[in-house]
Every structure is written in structure tokens, then in C-alpha cells.
């Protein structure tokens, strides 16, 4: 390699990478270039190149098919299965009746109250019961201090 070729090389590089080519050095840069002369180095940075290309079309291939059906579903208004489930009435157990009509007549109580209403043996059950009321939406929960509080919604 002549000179002028050094030269031509480093300004070109230095073009390219500005302050990354003070890190690598010319030398450096120079060995890399001619490893890239190699055809099996190419050809499996090639094959590599290829694997990550359909690893990336599959990703966007999935988002494009969700993003395809969710669009179905805003076009023809269509409910999801969950959406669905809301539509279903739930027939409660009587218990769970008899504790939203007691909250009603009360208008808030604690887990305590709903114990010695009800007989529970412990807090902790009443409080079981009355948060999964809260889960299925028929009770709201309201903290004031270190009492939490269920009223209807």
C-alpha cells in the first residue's frame, strides 16, 4: 500500500468516524478493512445479517396481523370477550345480597361491622368478602384514616 493510499484512507476515515477513528486507530481501521476482503468473513456476517432481517419481518409481521384485527374490531364495532362478559347479569350469592342491602341501610361500613352482622368468625373473612365485591365492581372502597370504608356504587 502506497502512502497516497494511507492518506487517502485516513482522511476518508476520518470523514466517516471523526472522533472514533483517534479510539481505533488507523492501523486498526486498516486490518478491519482488509479482513472484510475476506469472502468466508462476509459471507457470514451476510448470513447473519439475513437471520436478524427475518427475525425483525416476524416481529412486524405479528404486529401487523394485531394491529390488522384490532382495526377489524374498531371498524365493525365488535365487543371482545371481555366487553362481552360485562354484558352477562351476575346472580350473587345471597350472602354478598345481604351485605350490599345491609351497606345500603348503613350507607358505609368496615370489615368489623359486616363481621359481628353477619357472624364471621374473624376480620379477615369479612374482608375477603367485601373485596371481592370491590373486584366485581359492586362496592367502592374509601380509606379515611386507618379505617377503610365499602359503600355501594
Known amino acids: 500500500?502506497?502512502?497516497?493510499?494511507?492518506?487517502?484512507?485516513?482522511?476518508?476515515?476520518?470523514?466517516?468516524?471523526?472522533?472514533?477513528?483517534?479510539?481505533?486507530?488507523?492501523?486498526?481501521l486498516i486490518q478491519i478493512q482488509e479482513k472484510f476482503n475476506d469472502p468466508?468473513?462476509?459471507s457470514v456476517i451476510i448470513h447473519q445479517l439475513i437471520e436478524e432481517r427475518k427475525?425483525?419481518?416476524n416481529i412486524l409481521l405479528e404486529l401487523r396481523e394485531k394491529y390488522d384485527s384490532l382495526q377489524?374490531?374498531?371498524?365493525?364495532?365488535?365487543?371482545?370477550?371481555?366487553?362481552?362478559?360485562?354484558?352477562?347479569y351476575n346472580i350473587l350469592p345471597e350472602i354478598d345480597d345481604k351485605i350490599i342491602s345491609f351497606i345500603k341501610v348503613k350507607q358505609k361500613v368496615d370489615a368489623e361491622m359486616v363481621q359481628?352482622?353477619?357472624?364471621?368468625k374473624g376480620s379477615n373473612a369479612a374482608?375477603?368478602?367485601?373485596?371481592?365485591?370491590?373486584?366485581?365492581?359492586?362496592?367502592?372502597?374509601?380509606q379515611a384514616g386507618r379505617k377503610v370504608y365499602f359503600i355501594v356504587r
Do not use: A, P
Open 1 to 28: 500500500m502506497t502512502e497516497n493510499d494511507i492518506n487517502t484512507k485516513q482522511k476518508f476515515l476520518e470523514l466517516l468516524l471523526k472522533e472514533d477513528t483517534k479510539e481505533l486507530g488507523l492501523s486498526d
Open 127 to 142: 374482608s375477603q368478602r367485601l373485596n371481592k365485591l370491590v373486584n366485581n365492581g359492586y362496592l367502592r372502597k374509601v
Open 116 to 120: 359481628n352482622e353477619f357472624n364471621y
Open 40 to 42: 468466508l468473513i462476509l
Open 72 to 88: 377489524f374490531l374498531v371498524k365493525n364495532n365488535i365487543k371482545t370477550k371481555q366487553e362481552q362478559n360485562t354484558d352477562v
Open 55 to 57: 427475525k425483525t419481518n
